[in-house]
C-alpha cells in the first residue's frame, strides 16, 4: 500500500494527525527533501528506508513503491504542503494504477493557508474579495493559453501564486495589464511557517525589488490583492442585526 501524506507547509506540527500515524508506521518513506521539512523523519520507525526524491525520477520513485509492495512493505510519499496543490501526483497514481498497486491520499495544510497565518491576514473580506485565485507564472512549465497571469489579474480578486518567485519582474508586468494598479498591496511570504520564515509587504510594481532586497529566490508565496489592506465590511455572520437558522436578530 502507498500513502501519498501531506506534510503541511512546514512546521513539523503542521502535519494532521493521520499523516503522523502514517509515517511512524511506514517501511518506506519516500520525501521531497527539498521541501519537505526533514524534521518530520523524526518519529520513523527503526529499520524504515528513506529516500529523498529531489534527484529522483518519476520512473525511480515508482520502481521504489513497486520494490517495496512486492515485498509487503508499506510506502509513505510524503509531499509538501497539500498534495493537490502543484504535488505531481495524478502522475504517480496513475502508474501505480497499471500496476495495480493500492494507494490512499491524506491532505495536509496547503501552504498558501500558512502563508495567510504567516500575514495574520484572511483572504476572504466581505466587500473586498470572496474569491482565491490559486495559480503560477507560466515558466518552463507553460500554463494554458486562458490561464495567463493577466487574465487571472482580471478579476481583480485575491491572487496567491506558487513557483513564481524567480519571475517577478515578468509577474509585475503580467498584474499591472491585467488591471491591479503599480501600488495594489502584495506581500512576498518565505518558507510560510519555517523557523526561518519570512514576511515582506510590499506593492506589485515593487515585488520584483522586494525579493531582491530580502535575498528571496524560491520558496516562497506571492500574494496580491485588497484583502491586504485595511478596508472591509464586517461580516454578517456575526452582526446583531442579521437573522439565520442559529440565532436571532437582536436589533
Known amino acids: 500500500m502507498v500513502h501519498f501524506v501531506?506534510?503541511?507547509?512546514?512546521?513539523?506540527?503542521?502535519?494532521?494527525?493521520?499523516?503522523?500515524?502514517?509515517?511512524?508506521e511506514a517501511d518506506v518513506i519516500i520525501y521531497a527533501g527539498s521541501l519537505v521539512?526533514?524534521?518530520?523523519?523524526?518519529?520513523?520507525?527503526?529499520?524504515?528506508?528513506?529516500?529523498?526524491?529531489?534527484?529522483?525520477?518519476?520512473?525511480?520513485?515508482?520502481?521504489?513503491?513497486?520494490?517495496?509492495?512486492?515485498?509487503?512493505?508499506?510506502?509513505?510519499?510524503?509531499?509538501?504542503?497539500?498534495?493537490?496543490?502543484?504535488?505531481?501526483?495524478?502522475?504517480?497514481?496513475?502508474?501505480?494504477?497499471?500496476?495495480?498497486?493500492?494507494?490512499?491520499?491524506?491532505?495536509?495544510?496547503?501552504?498558501?493557508?500558512?502563508?495567510?497565518a504567516a500575514l495574520e491576514a484572511e483572504y476572504t473580506l466581505p466587500d473586498v474579495s470572496q474569491s482565491v485565485i490559486i495559480t503560477r507564472m507560466a515558466g518552463r512549465t507553460p500554463v494554458p493559453e486562458g490561464e495567463a497571469l493577466s487574465k487571472m489579474a482580471s478579476h481583480g480578486c485575491t491572487m496567491v501564486l506558487f513557483l513564481s518567485t524567480g519571475l517577478l519582474e515578468e509577474v509585475e508586468r503580467e498584474l499591472m495589464a491585467g488591471g491591479y494598479a503599480p501600488d495594489a498591496p502584495a506581500a512576498i511570504v518565505y518558507k510560510a511557517t519555517w523557523p526561518d520564515q519570512k514576511v515582506c509587504r510590499c506593492t506589485v510594481a515593487t515585488l520584483a525589488r522586494t525579493a531582491r532586497e530580502h535575498q528571496i529566490s524560491k520558496t516562497a508565496l506571492i500574494t496580491v490583492g485588497g484583502f491586504l489592506g485595511d478596508r472591509y465590511e464586517r461580516s454578517k455572520l456575526y452582526d446583531p442585526s442579521f437573522a439565520h437558522g442559529y440565532r436571532e436578530a437582536s436589533k
Open 37 to 116: 521539512n526533514p524534521a518530520l523523519l523524526e518519529g520513523r520507525k527503526e529499520g524504515c528506508a528513506v529516500y529523498d526524491s529531489a534527484s529522483m525520477t518519476l520512473e525511480e520513485v515508482i520502481a521504489v513503491m513497486e520494490k517495496a509492495e512486492a515485498e509487503g512493505r508499506t510506502t509513505v510519499r510524503l509531499h509538501t504542503g497539500d498534495p493537490s496543490l502543484y504535488g505531481a501526483i495524478r502522475e504517480q497514481m496513475d502508474l501505480l494504477d497499471e500496476r495495480g498497486i493500492g494507494y490512499d491520499v491524506t491532505p495536509g495544510v496547503s501552504s498558501f493557508s500558512g502563508a495567510a
Open 6 to 24: 501531506g506534510a503541511g507547509p512546514g512546521a513539523a506540527d503542521l502535519i494532521t494527525l493521520r499523516g503522523a500515524r502514517l509515517l511512524s
